[in-house]
């Protein structure tokens, strides 16, 4: 069988991919989508704790992890329209700097 | 008990470069493509730690139903693909920094932490128990995490309304 706690390494190097992609990144899109690598990691080291501890409770979080995802995305792509509708761009740096002007 | 292991580390390995894929391609269309491959294969993951409910989960929500949101909201929104494809990066050093801090914590907690011994110790098949905890213990986090999901999505659609006075 798997040892669980390989699952919670690769949850851990996922998770600093994401986050790394959060603030290296310049368009909305690809936030959007580290975003969600961070979410997946979060959700493989629930799975993986519960095999450690052999109790499905962590399976159940895993659930509740889905839905959050899914309107983080929802959210996220309207107001990846807003923001292409007010400023006529999906880099952040620029329209930061705009809003800085 | 040695073929698991060796299957889970190619899975893993996987996972991790199309994650990075994912985060550092230049296209949007190349990056959700690798998203799309790593949640695929972290369904294999899922289905070699004992959780076959949450694997088969994985590949009909978050592969079948956001990706493909996330995807066709970026193929129909993005009018011009051109500024998508030459979007460039931030200086890499900070972020890298501060991620690499975050990995550095997390990894000393992971080390530092003493797990139970009893992961020997599998889960029977976990459809069952999954619905009972759903539905008894966690019944109240479970509407509530429904209710949640309608309002983010009558509210992005209260976003990107078409206004009717201009």
């Known amino acids: 069988m798997v040892p669980a706690e390989h699952a919670l390494i690769v949850a851990t190097i996922l998770f600093c991919l994401g986050a790394i992609g959060v603030l290296v990144r310049r368009n909305f899109l690809f936030v959007l989508m580290a975003i969600e690598i961070m979410l997946n990691a979060a959700g493989l080291a629930f799975v993986a704790a519960s095999g450690i501890h052999g109790q499905p409770d962590g399976q159940i979080f895993f659930l509740f992890i889905l839905p959050v995802a899914a309107a983080e995305v929802a959210i996220g792509l309207a107001l990846g329209v807003l923001l292409r509708l007010r400023y006529g761009t999906l880099d952040l740096w620029q329209i930061a700097q705009t809003r800085e002007d | ?166």
């Open chain 2, 1 to 166: 008990m040695e073929g698991g292991l060796i299957a889970f580390w190619i899975l893993a390995a996987l996972i991790v470069a199309s994650a990075g894929v994912a985060v550092f391609a230049r296209s949007i269309v190349n990056a959700a493509y690798a998203l799309f491959f790593s949640l695929f294969m972290t369904a294999g993951i899922y289905a070699l730690l004992h959780a076959d409910f949450l694997a088969v989960t994985q590949v009909v929500i978050y592969v079948g139903g956001i990706l493909v949101l996330l995807l066709f909201g970026i193929l129909l929104t993005n009018r011009s693909l051109e500024e998508l494809i030459t979007s460039s990066r931030r200086p890499y050093w900070v972020g890298s920094a501060i991620a690499g801090g975050i990995m550095a914590v997390l990894f000393g907690i992971l080390v530092s932490t003493s797990w139970p011994e009893q992961s020997a110790q599998q889960l029977p098949a976990t459809t069952a128990p999954l619905g009972v905890l759903l539905l008894q213990k966690y019944v109240v986090a479970f509407e509530f995490s429904s209710l949640t999901l309608l309002g983010a999505l009558i509210g992005a659609s209260y976003l990107v309304r078409r206004k009717e006075r201009d």
